[in-house]
Structure formats: structure tokens, C-alpha cells
């Protein structure tokens, strides 16, 4: 089922519930020539110059009337030890009694201008679900958006803002 767009009027694809991105924003910067020297990466982990230390998780978002949340799909960025103790455990049962650790966002979250080194709480899964990210600062709209969940009518206004960026 697709919505019918405010902004243009038109019939557009299915309403994501999601938006992801396969990479830090520090890995923007790096030229490619330069990327495999200089970055060690996989889909949810990324090292660059083997000091700074990346994770990927979720922001996830409780919709109003619906049991799955919307999620954002970000990364963040760790203290070596945070790093070090989730690659310890990544195969650990149980190793989502970790107590949350400090991260920092590595990507901008478009609708919320930016987000770059926003403070998260970094919260890890049961085996094969990837952390969620608390945003720390609860006046942040995304925060907010975080602790008070949204309606479908948002979710709907989030699409069409990423659509018609370039508008
Ligand atoms: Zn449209």
C-alpha cells in the first residue's frame, strides 16, 4: 500500500518504517584511494586509522497503534574499551545484561538537522540484534520523538520531508 503525498500530490511506495545508513559519516571524508588502508569494516562495526571506533544500532521509535517501532538506523561512536568488550561478546549468550555504555552519533538523522556527536546510551541486544541508542539529552526533539513515540501521520511527514529533499 503506498500514501498519497501532501507535499506533491502523487501516489508514493509503501510508507518506510525504516532508514538506514551503511556507513559513519567519517568514513565520508576518507578518499577512496586512501579507504582501504585506512578503514576496517563490516555491516555493523567500522574502525578508521585504528583508533577511532564505530558501532551500528537503532533508534527505535514506538508508533502510536502499531506493535513494531519506526527505526533509524545509525551509527555511533565508541570508546575503544566499549569496542573492545562488544567484540569480546558478540557471540556471548547473555551479553545483553552488559550495562549501557556512551556513544556518540556518527550520522546526521536529516529531519533533526544535525545529529553528529548527539550522546547516546548505548544499550546491547540479545545475540544478532544490533544495540539500541538511547539519545541522552532529553530535550532533543528526537528524544522526545524516542521517549513519547510518534503517530502514523508523522512517520508519514518523515517520508515526505527525505523525498523532497531536493525540491
Ligand atoms: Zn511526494
Redesign the pocket.
Known amino acids: 500500500m503506498g500514501f498519497l503525498?501532501?507535499?506533491?500530490?502523487?501516489q508514493?511506495d509503501p510508507l518506510p518504517m525504516s532508514y538506514s545508513v551503511k556507513a559513519p559519516l567519517a568514513v565520508a571524508g576518507i578518499p577512496p584511494e586512501e579507504f582501504e588502508q585506512r578503514v576496517v569494516y563490516t555491516v555493523d562495526q567500522c574502525v578508521v586509522d585504528g583508533k577511532d571506533f564505530y558501532l551500528r544500532g537503532r533508534i527505535p521509535i514506538p508508533v502510536e497503534g502499531f506493535e513494531d517501532p519506526f527505526i533509524w538506523g545509525v551509527w555511533a561512536e565508541v570508546s575503544p574499551k566499549s569496542f573492545l568488550l562488544t567484540t569480546e561478546r558478540w557471540s556471548t549468550e547473555g551479553r545483553e545484561q552488559t550495562p549501557p555504555f556512551p556513544g556518540w552519533l556518527n550520522t546526521n538523522i536529516f529531519p533533526f538537522g544535525d545529529t553528529f556527536n548527539l550522546e547516546v546510551r548505548v544499550h546491547t541486544q540479545v545475540v544478532g540484534r544490533r544495540p539500541h541508542f538511547e539519545v541522552v539529552d532529553q530535550e532533543h526533539p528526537l528524544a522526545i520523538e524516542q521517549s513519547h513515540g510518534i503517530t502514523l501521520q508523522r512517520v508519514q511527514q518523515i517520508a515526505?520531508m527525505i523525498?523532497?529533499d531536493d525540491d
Request: with cysteine.
Open positions: 503525498c501532501t507535499v506533491c500530490g502523487e508514493h515526505e523525498l523532497h
